[in-house]
């Protein structure tokens, strides 16, 4: 299998935070289809977590497992790119911990 040109990156945000994070990753050069840019899908669910002694959560409790509306949202990132869209996006991000995937794609025009 030849190596991938493009990630798909995924991460996890409070629907108040979308906005600045995806004009973030947009920003370091993340979202480009053919001729189109800021493509990104998203959509809603609960994110889950315990804070242990010594984080600083930006929602809820030390010690209080929480669940928080969050919306997961994904885009493509050319390889060269992804180190620097990680870190715009962890810049961005409201949460002390960001949760980042990381997918590489087949290129299915080759």
């Excluded at 906005?19 to 993340?30: I, K, L, W």
């Excluded at 994110?47 to 409790?61: M, Q």
């Excluded at 669940?67 to 002390?96: I, K």
């Amino acid at each position: 299998m030849p190596n991938s040109k493009v990630y798909k990156l995924v991460w996890f945000v409070p629907r108040e935070a979308v906005d600045v994070t995806r004009e973030a990753v947009f920003e370091a050069g993340a979202g480009q289809i053919g001729d189109y840019r800021k493509c990104s899908w998203y959509t809603a669910g609960t994110g889950t977590f315990l804070a242990d002694e010594g984080s600083d959560p930006t929602v809820g409790e030390i010690g209080r497992e929480e669940r928080v509306n969050e919306l997961r949202v994904e885009t493509v990132v050319p390889v060269e790119l992804v180190s620097d869209v990680v870190a715009a996006l962890r810049e961005a991000h409201p949460y002390e911990e960001v949760a980042v995937e990381l997918y590489p794609l087949i290129d299915l025009e080759s």
